[in-house]
Structure formats: structure tokens, C-alpha cells
């Protein structure tokens, strides 16, 4: 029988959420200076890294309209503005505590807008046209329905079917953006709010840039020594302190958003942060010692990135909110 992971009350303060047990690849990276860094070909914050890829990939200017989803401490969207300082921004996200995290983050930078609302909510909500939302490590915490069996997806569309059901959207997702499932395992999971949270971004971002966990990433030339945890191809859950993620399909979403109207681009998140690939860090990436400290939390990072994708959508004349219907 299928299930739902959400992560709602955790973040939103019944949880305690902290970013201590689940150190992101942003917070890894947060702190000029931080051992993980050691990692990297041009030590620097993961905001910084983020400022000059989105400028290079994007376009990014300062007088753009920007929306942070999900910024956690603050700590990406201060890297950001270091190298970028825009005017217009506004910072979502569904946790108090992190929201109170970023006022005091970006304290003295601007007067920006914080807002504590479900993402889905809020861009399905706002009516604003946006030039960029930033949504970095976060759309693993989106639901996700588990446990699907492919016979029950079937059986969720006849007549008499509960279309509302998760199993019945995830079956009307699957058809009207014709995703294949023919690789799909017997049981398998199904990211069905970054889906919803794409329909809810279309009418109203011009652009959109997503990190996260892949469940089928692509490893380029330069980075194929990294380690791969085994997998299906199809969502995985990481259990974390009071709450689960699962990790994400890239492949269905860029097809969800190609037919969304955004040219969809993909790519590994080590050619991001520019991670090194000289022999020393191979070795590091491939063995775990415990010769340094340093040695030891590259190994760990190296881990860690292995399974990210980021995932960047332009569509530069979207609808716009009053035309949402399809
Ligand atoms: C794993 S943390 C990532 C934090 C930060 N972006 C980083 O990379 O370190 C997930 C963040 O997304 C927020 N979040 C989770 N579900 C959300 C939702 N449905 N709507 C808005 N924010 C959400 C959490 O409160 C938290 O700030």
C-alpha cells in the first residue's frame, strides 16, 4: 500500500530543525575557511560559488526580482549578496525558526521580504512575477509518495479510482506528462511535490535554479572516480534525525518542466563548486583515513556530492499567474 513522506511538522516547529545533522552541501561549504573547502580548486562559500555560476549561466544582474526557497540559516543567500547585492529579494520558507535564522542572517543588508509559508502555497498564492527563484537542497523535504506498487497506479485511474488521492495524482501525473516508467522498479517512490512545486512556479518564474540529491545523476568525464551509492534510478530515502528526505529524479522533473514551456539544463553540482581532481584528491574521495582531519572530511565531502545535480529552467515570458489553468 502506498504511503506519503512529508516533512511539513517537522519544519514548520514541531521538529527542531537543524541543519547540524544533515550538513548540506551549502552549510558544509558555509564558512570561508571551513576544512571542507579543502575540496575545492578556489576555496570559497557555497553562496559565492552560487553567485558566480547563476551570473555565468543565468545572467543573474543585481536589479533582478529574487525569491530564495528553503534558505536554511542564511547562510547562501549572505555568500550571495557578497558578490551580488541585490535589492529585491525575498526569503521563503515553512520553518519559523529558519525564517528568524535568515532575518538575523541578512540583518543590515537590505530591507528585504521573509515570509514562513509552504513554497507550493506561497507561489500558487503570490501573483508576482519573479526573474529567479533559488531553491538549493530542498524539494528532497517536498512529499513524496513511497512505496508504489505499478499495478496499484493503474487500478488508481479506472473509473471509480480516487483521482485526489497521491496515488491517483501521481497516476494523472504520469500520463499527462507521459513519463516513462518502464525502468521502474516493482515498488518504487515518486516525487510528487517537486512536481507540484514546478506547476506552481511556471506561471510566475522566469527562472529557476534547483539543487538537490539525485536518484539518477549523470558523473561527467572529470568526476567519475566519485563514489555512487547504489541505487535503482529511482527515489531513495535518507532517513535523518526526526524526519526522512528522498532523493530526487532529475529525469522526470526536467521532463515535467520542459512541458511546463522552460528550456531545462542539467548538470553534476562537483562542476558547481568546482571541485578538485588532481590524484590527491582521488585517493582522499576513494580511501578513508584517519591521517588528518582534513583527509577525513574530504572523503566525507566527496561522498556527499557525489549524488548532486543542479537543474536550471528559463522560461523569460511565463504566463503569468491569471493564466495557471492548463
Ligand atoms: C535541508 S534544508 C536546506 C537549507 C539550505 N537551502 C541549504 O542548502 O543548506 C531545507 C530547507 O527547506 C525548508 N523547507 C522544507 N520544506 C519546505 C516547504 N514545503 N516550503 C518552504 N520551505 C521548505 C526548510 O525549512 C529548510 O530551510
Keep these: 500500500m502506498a504511503g506519503i513522506n512529508d516533512t511539513t511538522s517537522f519544519y514548520n516547529g ?158 494523472e501525473i504520469v500520463r499527462r506528462y507521459r513519463l516513462p516508467l518502464g525502468d521502474a522498479p516493482e515498488r518504487f517512490h515518486f516525487n510528487l511535490g517537486a512536481v507540484r512545486y514546478l506547476e506552481a512556479l511556471a506561471p510566475v518564474a522566469r527562472r529557476v535554479f534547483l539543487s ?20 535503482d534510478g529511482y527515489p531513495r530515502e535518507i532517513p535523518l534525525k526526526g524526519h526522512s528526505e528522498y532523493t530526487v529524479h532529475f529525469g522526470h522533473l526536467a521532463r515535467v518542466a520542459a512541458a511546463l514551456g522552460y528550456r531545462v539544463r542539467r548538470g553534476h553540482l562537483a562542476g558547481l563548486v568546482g571541485l578538485r581532481t588532481d590524484p590527491g584528491l582521488q585517493a582522499m574521495a576513494r580511501t578513508r583515513t584517519t591521517f588528518s582531519e582534513t583527509t577525513e572530511l574530504v572523503h566525507e565531502f566527496c561522498g556527499h556530492v557525489a549524488e548532486y545535480q543542479w537543474m536550471t529552467l528559463e522560461n523569460t515570458d511565463p504566463p503569468g499567474p491569471n493564466r495557471r489553468e492548463r
Design 14 to 171: 514541531h521538529g527542531s530543525p537543524s541543519l547540524f545533522w544533515e550538513l548540506t552541501i551549502c552549510q558544509s561549504l558555509a564558512e570561508q575557511g571551513s576544512p571542507y573547502q579543502a575540496a575545492l580548486r578556489r576555496p570559497q562559500p557555497y553562496g559565492g560559488l552560487l553567485a558566480g555560476f547563476l551570473v555565468q549561466e543565468l545572467g543573474l544582474r543585481a536589479n533582478w526580482s529574487v525569491v530564495e526557497v528553503g534558505g536554511g540559516t542564511g547562510a547562501l543567500m549572505a555568500a550571495l549578496l557578497a558578490e551580488v547585492p541585490l535589492t529585491d529579494l525575498t526569503m521563503v520558507d515553512i520553518s519559523p525558526l529558519f525564517t528568524a535564522r535568515q532575518r538575523a542572517a541578512l540583518a543590515g543588508r537590505g530591507s528585504f521580504r521573509f515570509v514562513t509559508a509552504d513554497a507550493v502555497q506561497h507561489f500558487s498564492a503570490s501573483g508576482r512575477v519573479v526573474d529567479l527563484v533559488i531553491s538549493n537542497e530542498n524539494i528532497g523535504d517536498f512529499p513524496t509518495v513511497t512505496g508504489i506498487q505499478r499495478g496499484e497506479l493503474e487500478a488508481a485511474v479506472r473509473p471509480g479510482g480516487d483521482a485526489a488521492s497521491p496515488l491517483g495524482q501521481v497516476a
Design 212 to 231: 538537490e540529491h539525485s536518484c539518477d545523476p549523470v558523473l561527467p568525464e572529470p568526476y567519475r572516480f566519485l563514489p555512487l551509492p547504489a541505487g
